[in-house]
Structure formats: structure tokens, C-alpha cells
């Protein structure tokens, strides 16, 4: 029995063309001999876990040697972290001394765990993001932060710059996230890998053998959003939206979601978003990436009604579909559609049901835009382009690190205080 098919970079050239493909490669085997590793809080749900499962593979299968780790923590430490992702995002939190107790002792137990002796060490979010003060650096270490950081809360935010500054960079999704830090900021949008089960062509076959093993009826256009159930993906508002375009179009809505590992508030708005369900609306919460492909083939249109959205690769994998996509006019997400042109961006529930009719009347209209929207994605948002753009990132440290001796002190105990 043969190896798992695995994509490489250079199944991406019908895409990108073979040129860029010897051009990542040659970047690729420059950085060949230094380990990598990137550390976040979940293996799956959300697109930290999709961007690093798939990053990692296709940069070793191009001969870099990047590893991954995941934090452990328990659900006190989680809650408190949610919290922190929330207030990021402009919420509201009760900072209490009880609260950073809790983050920074568990934080500290992954320390135990963790020798991060590598090269170039990536934190991803704020869950580990306090590690960088418990290691001797041997090289870099970069935070990237994948939430909206367009309006952190000011009480949080002065916490979390002083572990930023620690860092040699930060690398956010797009510029409007920029913050006063003393660490260099770096922007690099997210992207998907189009050869993955979620993103992979799907015969009519393969989809319906999917909508039908969950009961989903295709008599009638499908409205798909595919989100996490939490407050700033808005799915109450997506209900609220599909209820009045239903008025004037018979058609189903489907609400599918998972609830990530370190999201401990994903379980209370799907119960709360239940109450609210009527004939006509599914929802679901099940790990089956097959499902989101077929979904999002099958749909009439595709919403990402977000309020707050740090990238939103939930419309990027939809617009690969070649799908219309009716976005929230915020974040990552106004850098992916371009109003009226591959997709539509609203600002309101009566905007959104309007859009719903709109493409539900004239499927035309909608097949112009979902060509766009796939030709806008091949341009800008694969995952050959996410990890040149991580090769760049590391190349750059190379003046400043690669003419010094390792400074990783291997007898050092955790807790002592790393070069920053």
C-alpha cells in the first residue's frame, strides 16, 4: 500500500504557475536547515487549526522542518481565555487578579511541558502568548494574532502588549489591526488549501451521498452559513435575515457549526440559537469537513454575516466554490469581497435579506459573482502564497540571529528570563 496522497507545493503550479512554484521551493530549501515550530491552543475547530494543519505539511513536503504543538489547559483557563478573545474584539471583561492567576500558572504548566528549543518559535493568539517570557531565545519568536483588532478593549490590551513587546515580531491579518507595540508588526493575510477535504472538487455524487446522510432537503435553494456558534459571526442574525427573504423566496436555511476546544461559550448560543429555529431552519454541529465542501457546493448563496472577523477564511473557502457571498462589511472580510463585484458586503439584517433575494431571484447575477470570487482566491488566497510569505518572514530574522552563537541555555530552569 502506497503513501496518503499529501498535496506538495508543486501540485499547486496549474494554479500559480510553475515559475512561483520554483520560486517557493528555492526559499524553501534556504530555510532547510532550521527547526520551526508553531504553538496554539486547539488541533481543530476554527482557522488557527486549518491554517497551521495545513501550512506545516506543505512546508515539510518542501523540505522545511516545521513542527506544531498544542497547549493543554483546563476549562477555567479556557473561559478566562475566551474572555480575552472577546475583549480583543472590543468586548467587555471583569479583570480581576483571580483571572490572570488562573492564565499565567497554566500557561506556565505548558511551559514544563514544552522545550521549545527551536530556531523560530510562532504563538498563535493570546492563549500561550505568555510563554515567550519563560524560555532563552535561540532565535525568533513571532506572535501572530488571527482576531479583529480593530478596537481592543483598553483595559486588556495594555496586559497583552507587554507580552507582545517580548516578541521580535507580531504578525496580524491586515493593517487595519495595527496597534502602538514596540515589537515590529508584520501583516499577512490567511489563505486555504485548496486540496483539502473541505476545499477539494466534490462530484454531484459525493454531494449529495453528504446532504443526504444529515437529512438535508435540496427541493429548494439552500442559504449556508458555516461558522462557529459565537456572538460575532452573528448567526442570530443571519436567522433574522433569512426569516424576511423567506417571505419572498421559498428557501432553506442551513446553520452548520463546530464548537472548537478552547470556545467554551459555543454550547450556550447553539441552545440559545435552537429556540429560535422554525421549519425551513437546520441546524447543525458535527466535524465533518466533507459536509462544509458539499454545503457550500450545494448552496444557492453563502453568508458570513460576522460583526467582528479577523480574517474570515469561511468566505474565502466559499468563494473558491465559486459561490456568491454575502459578507459582513468588516475585518479580513472587506479585504476578500469587493462590494457588488465578486460578492456583497452588508452592514445590516434588512441589507443581508436583501442580498438573499437578490441572488435568490436572479441566479445569473450570482454565477457572475461566484466566478469572480474564485478567480480572486486563486490570485491572493492559497496556501503557496501564506507560506512564501512565512519563508519571507523567517529569511528576514537571518541578518540578526544566524551570526550568533545558539543562545539556548539547556540547563536553564522555566521561569528564568529569555533575551527581549
Not at 23 to 35: F, G, N, V
Not at 85 to 106: C, M, T
Amino acid at each position: 500500500m502506497g503513501l496518503p496522497y499529501i498535496a506538495r507545493l508543486e501540485h499547486y503550479e496549474p494554479y500559480i504557475g510553475a515559475e512561483a512554484v520554483d520560486r517557493i521551493l528555492l526559499k524553501a530549501e534556504k530555510m532547510s536547515d532550521r527547526r520551526i515550530v508553531h504553538v496554539n491552543s486547539t488541533y481543530y475547530g476554527g482557522g488557527v487549526a486549518e491554517l497551521l494543519g495545513s501550512m506545516t505539511l506543505l512546508a515539510n513536503l518542501s523540505g522545511v522542518q516545521m513542527g506544531w504543538r498544542v497547549i493543554q489547559g483546563s476549562p477555567d483557563f479556557f473561559n478566562v481565555t475566551k474572555k480575552m478573545h472577546n475583549a480583543l474584539q472590543g468586548g467587555d471583561i471583569n479583570l480581576s487578579w483571580k483571572k490572570f492567576r488562573i492564565y499565567e500558572h497554566v500557561v506556565f504548566e505548558n511551559v514544563l511541558r514544552n522545550h521549545l528549543d527551536h530556531d523560530i518559535v510562532v504563538i498563535h493568539d493570546p492563549q500561550p502568548l505568555p510563554m515567550v517570557r519563560h524560555y532563552h531565545k535561540k532565535g525568533p519568536w513571532i506572535w501572530v494574532c488571527h482576531v479583529d483588532l480593530s478596537n481592543p478593549n483598553r483595559k486588556l490590551w495594555p496586559y497583552i502588549r507587554n507580552y507582545v513587546n517580548r516578541y521580535d515580531a507580531a504578525v496580524f491579518s491586515i493593517p487595519e489591526y495595527r496597534q502602538d507595540t514596540r515589537t515590529p508588526l508584520v501583516f499577512i493575510k490567511p489563505a486555504i488549501d485548496p486540496f483539502s477535504i473541505k476545499n477539494r472538487d466534490f462530484s454531484e455524487e459525493e454531494v449529495q451521498e453528504r446532504l443526504e446522510k444529515y437529512n438535508i432537503p435540496t427541493d429548494k435553494p439552500l442559504v449556508v452559513q458555516v461558522s462557529r456558534f459565537d456572538k460575532w459571526k452573528d448567526p442570530a442574525g443571519v436567522i433574522e435575515a433569512f426569516k424576511i427573504a423567506r417571505k419572498e423566496v421559498d428557501c432553506n436555511l442551513v446553520l452548520l457549526g463546530n464548537i472548537a476546544s478552547d470556545d467554551p461559550e459555543g454550547v450556550e448560543i447553539f441552545n440559545e440559537l435552537k429556540e429560535q429555529t422554525e421549519e425551513g431552519i437546520i441546524m447543525l454541529t458535527v466535524e465533518d469537513t466533507a459536509l462544509v465542501n458539499a454545503l457550500q457546493r450545494k448552496a444557492s448563496v453563502v453568508l458570513q454575516k460576522s460583526i467582528r472577523e479577523g480574517f474570515g477564511l469561511t468566505v474565502t473557502e466559499a468563494m473558491w466554490k465559486s459561490k456568491p457571498v454575502i459578507g459582513g462589511n468588516v475585518g479580513g472580510i472587506r479585504h476578500q469581497i469587493t462590494d457588488g463585484e465578486n460578492g456583497f458586503l452588508v452592514d445590516t439584517v434588512e441589507e443581508a435579506a436583501e442580498r438573499i433575494i437578490m441572488l435568490l431571484k436572479e441566479p445569473d447575477l450570482g454565477r457572475r459573482i461566484g466566478e469572480k470570487a474564485r478567480k480572486t482566491v486563486q490570485e491572493k488566497f492559497l496556501m503557496s502564497r501564506y507560506l512564501e510569505d512565512y519563508l519571507d518572514l523567517f529569511k528576514s530574522f537571518e541578518a540578526s540571529y544566524t551570526l550568533q552563537k545558539p543562545i539556548w541555555n539547556r540547563k536553564a530552569k522555566p521561569g528564568s528570563r529569555g533575551r527581549h
